[in-house]
T-cell receptor
Framework: DAKTTQPPSMDCAEGRAANLPCNHS???????VYWYRQIHSQGPQYIIH?????ETNEMASLIITEDRKSSTLILPHATLRDTAVYYC????????????WGAGTKLIIKP | KAGVTQTPRYLIKTRGQQVTLSCSPI?????VSWYQQTPGQGLQFLFE???????NKGNFPGRFSGRQFSNSRSEMNVSTLELGDSALYLC?????????????FGSGTQLSVL
């Protein structure tokens, strides 16, 4: 079973910020939080990852709670091209265990 | 840098046949992992290769096999195809490990078994 819990679907208006939550209450101290997204019929695309501090890159921001039991991916100005399934995954650095992918959140950006 | 290349993009086979899929990783990447994606089961890990050795394996029957060549290119083979093998097969590459680094995925091979 996946180690994360995400809502199955969300809507967001174009131009607004999309906030995607992820619960990972059993996360271990050495596990990172990764976010990927998959646009229909394409391979998943890496977005961002973090350990305990908030992270930002050109695609998104990642906010991790202080107890690390949950996180939020923020797409600051959503566009129609951000419509995709977003996956939140936890994994330890240098781990030999494969990533376990849950069902993700289907994000639909509406004009 | 060129991305991960998977060939062919689409494939149609009949039950009982076998199929070979190919994956060329990003230059310099040594880890290649394979995934099966179906609407009902989502993304499931098949196996990972690193420096020509299988390093990790998911819960799939022995009909699913793979290999990696010295140039890091990888192939996966499915023998005695079943209808349930119809899926999108994805390949991902990374520098060291498929479990804790950024993965770069190809566009996948859509396999249909009739």
């Amino acid at each position: 079973d996946a180690k994360t819990t995400q809502p199955p679907s969300m809507d967001c208006a174009e131009g607004r910020a999309a906030n995607l939550p992820c619960n990972h209450s059993t996360i271990s101290g050495n596990e990172y939080v990764y976010w990927y997204r998959q646009i229909h019929s394409q391979g998943p695309q890496y977005i961002i990852h973090g350990l305990k501090n908030n992270e930002t890159n050109e695609m998104a921001s990642l906010i991790i709670t202080e107890d690390r039991k949950s996180s939020t991916l923020i797409l600051p100005h959503a566009t129609l091209r951000d419509t995709a399934v977003y996956y939140c995954i936890v994994s330890a650095a240098n781990s030999n265990y494969q990533l376990i992918w849950g069902a993700g959140t289907k994000l639909i950006i509406k004009p | 840098k060129a991305g991960v290349t998977q060939t062919p993009r689409y494939l149609i086979k009949t039950r009982g046949q076998q199929v070979t899929l190919s994956c060329s990783p990003i230059s310099g990447h040594r880890s290649v992992s394979w995934y099966q994606q179906t609407p009902g089961q989502g993304l499931q890990f098949l196996f990972e290769y690193f420096s020509e050795t299988q390093r990790n394996k998911g819960n799939f029957p022995g009909r699913f096999s793979g290999r990696q060549f010295s140039n890091s290119r990888s192939e996966m083979n499915v023998s005695t195809l079943e209808l349930g093998d119809s899926a999108l097969y994805l390949c991902a590459s990374s520098s060291w490990t498929a479990s804790s680094e950024k993965l770069f995925f190809g566009s996948g091979t859509q396999l249909s078994v009739l």
